[in-house]
């Protein structure tokens, strides 16, 4: 089946510095990836979505500058926190489109814990 | 912001009993997902669901749609202890929504 991964599983930082979450298309490509924040114990928010080579899109509320996303190629999103705040530790989800967003594959998620 | 709302929040059965939750969505969809998550973990799609379809089944999943109360249920039979996890539906119309999430106990 489809796998995406991402990388760091987990990450610990000092407030102020950034942090760089990849997410990977293992198997297939996708033109579409979407990232998702959650939060303990509630849903997932969708933050943006990003088609290779272009903007990524983001949601009503969703900082840009403060959450940089590259969509380089078919198979790699990253997501950049910047100056990084305890209020941005959070469970940072990808997930992968190969045609559209019914079909989208998730990652494991990232836990960045923000000091 | 999130479209869909679960209910009930959380679930405790015991193994072997049925658990249902349900999910509501406020605008017109193309099609509804329910997917899991275990702890921490990421999420596992269990079963899309269309607008043009009453109900579905795959396993020991069934999930019912009813576009005219725009609601969706998930109904896990014979539960395990396995089960145990977050369940979120997904609801995709112009933009894609999960629900606020039913977590289910399953009691050995």
Redesign the interface.
């Given at each position: 089946g489809a796998v995406v991964s991402q990388h760091p599983s987990w990450v610990i930082c000092k407030s102020g510095t950034s942090v760089k979450i990849e997410c990977r298309s293992l198997d297939f490509q996708a033109t579409t990836m979407f990232w998702y924040r959650q939060f303990p114990k509630q849903s997932l928010m969708l933050m943006a979505t990003s088609n290779e080579g272009s903007k990524a899109t983001y949601e009503q509320g969703v900082e840009k500058d403060k959450f940089l996303i590259n969509h380089a190629s078919l198979t790699l999103s990253t997501l950049t926190v910047t100056s990084a705040h305890p209020e941005d530790s959070s469970f940072y989800i990808c997930s992968a489109a190969i045609t559209g967003p019914d079909t989208q594959y998730f990652g494991p998620g990232t836990r960045l814990t923000v000091l | 912001?999130?479209q869909g709302e679960e209910d009930p929040q959380a679930l405790s059965i015991q193994e072997g009993e049925n658990a249902t939750m349900n999910c509501s969505y406020k605008t017109s969809i193309?099609?509804l997902?329910w997917?899991r998550q275990n702890s921490?973990?990421?999420?596992?799609?269990l079963i899309?669901i269309r607008s043009n379809e009453r109900e579905k089944h795959s396993g020991r999943l069934r999930v019912t749609l009813d576009t005219s109360k725009k609601s969706s249920s998930l109904l896990i039979t014979a539960s395990r202890a396995a089960d145990t996890a977050s369940y979120?539906c997904l609801s995709?119309d112009y933009?894609?929504?999960?629900?606020?999430?039913t977590?289910v106990t399953v009691r050995a």
């Open positions: - | 912001s999130q193309n099609n997902q997917y921490g973990r990421g999420l596992v799609h899309l979120f995709h933009k894609l929504s999960f629900g606020a999430g977590t």
